[in-house]
């Protein structure tokens, strides 16, 4: 009896070992699908308007800002002419959401064939939280491209897991040039 009772309580600790194996083991791979399920990457939907139907090679960017500027900057590597409103160039952009088509024309004119708004929304860090961009092609006047952009976000807001989660401007800027090169090429 006492060797069957010694085989019992030895089985039981083998079972009990093996459960608390087997619950790190869960344990070990439900952690890292929470923290995952807990944090998105950045997220970019675009809707088009219209079908472009000319070739784009000057592009007028008629905001300005940090997102603008990186914008334009990789833009430019694409191998597009970038304007930028400024005494200099001679061309007045307005900031509102459309320009009236002789306006559009206008900037035809000067070799531009879309005209780009940025809107850009910052938060404490001053890193972008989200960017509206609108493109308007000059030689219809019509909306063509129409792109929202969001950053990631990991957890709390301000977190670390937050802080690494989310995008800066050059990234945004560069998934925004990658969607509108699709839409353009």
């Not at 000319?54 to 997102?67: F, R, Y």
């Amino acid at each position: 009896m006492a060797s069957s009772g010694y085989a019992k309580m030895n089985c039981s600790n083998v079972n009990r070992k093996s459960y608390m194996i087997n619950l790190i083991k869960n344990f070990v791979i439900l952690i890292p699908i929470i923290i995952l399920t807990s944090c998105g990457g950045s997220s970019i939907t675009t809707e088009d308007r219209y079908s472009i139907d000319h070739s784009v090679s000057g592009i007028a960017i008629g905001s300005s800002g940090k997102l603008a500027t990186e914008i334009g900057h990789k833009l430019i590597k694409e191998g597009f002419r970038i304007f930028y409103p400024t005494p200099i160039t001679g061309l007045r952009f307005d900031k509102v959401d459309s320009l009236p088509i002789n306006s559009l024309s206008d900037l035809k004119e000067k070799g531009i064939d879309l005209y780009l708004i940025i809107q850009c929304g910052v938060g404490r860090d001053d890193n972008p939280e989200s960017a509206v961009i609108k493109a308007y092609s000059t030689h219809s006047g019509r909306l063509i491209t129409h792109v929202n952009w969001k950053t990631g976000w990991g957890g709390l807001k301000g977190s670390g897991m937050d802080q690494i989660m989310r995008s800066g401007f050059s990234s945004a800027a560069e998934e925004i040039v990658n969607e509108l090169c699709r839409k353009l090429k």
